[in-house]
């Protein structure tokens, strides 16, 4: 089992920037691999990014690549999404994902533990 929290949202202008935060407890993090998803009232959710056990692959969409850097600390069981030139069509609520045997994967069927996730407002 892995417990997952997410924090680090907010209220931002249009063009700012926002460091969401994954904090992971439970079974050994660093066997994970981490996504990030989002989800906009009325929408579903959609992948925003992926990020390998070591942190030595990651993967993006291609809404926020270029954007939006997905990290892991694993001495603090924490992955991070910093997000900078935002965009009020980035406003959403963000989860956090982990997932053990699919790899950097955009498919949100394939991970295993969600956390409540933290909103995210972009105003224009």
């Known amino acids: 089992q892995v417990q997952l929290v997410e924090s680090g949202g907010g209220l931002v202008q249009a063009g700012g920037s926002l460091r969401l935060s994954c904090a992971a407890s439970?079974?050994?993090?660093?066997?994970?691999?981490m996504g990030w998803f989002r989800q906009a009232p009325g929408k579903e959710r959609e992948f925003v990014a992926a990020?390998?056990?070591?942190?030595?692959?990651?993967y993006y969409a291609a809404s926020v690549k270029g954007r939006f850097t997905i990290s892991r600390d694993g001495a603090k069981n924490t992955v991070y999404l910093q997000m900078n030139s935002l965009k009020p069509e980035d406003t959403a609520n963000y989860y956090c994902?982990?997932?053990?045997?699919?790899?950097?994967?955009?498919?949100?069927?394939?991970?295993?533990?969600w956390g409540q996730g933290t909103q995210v407002t972009v105003s224009s």
């Open positions: 994902a982990a997932n053990l045997l699919r790899g950097v994967s955009s498919v949100a069927d394939q991970y295993l533990y």
């Open positions: 439970g079974r050994t993090f660093s066997n994970y691999h």
């Open positions: 990020i390998s056990w070591s942190g030595g692959s990651a």
